[in-house]
């Protein structure tokens, strides 16, 4: 089993009515590290998770969790 980090950055963005490119600008990061992001193709810093939060107002962990991926065996 193993834990990978997920996120409900869409979620956010949707409440806060931002683009990823309005998210990035204020995170000083490009618009496609924000595409990745919500894509789960990344896993951002602890710097950038901090400041992602910060712009929503909240707590890092509400905006990124672990999930617990289980492996099958065929």
Do not use: C, H
Request: charge should be positive; glycine fraction near 2%.
């Amino acid at each position: 089993m193993s834990i990978e980090i997920n996120n409900s950055l869409k979620v956010w963005r949707a409440k806060f009515d931002l683009t990823q490119s309005d998210l990035a600008d204020l995170v000083e990061v490009s618009r496609k590290t924000i595409n990745t992001l919500e894509r789960g193709i990344y896993t951002p810093s602890v710097t950038l998770a901090l400041k992602i939060a910060r712009v929503f107002k909240t707590n890092v962990e509400e905006v990124f969790f672990l999930k617990k991926k289980v492996r099958i065996i065929e």
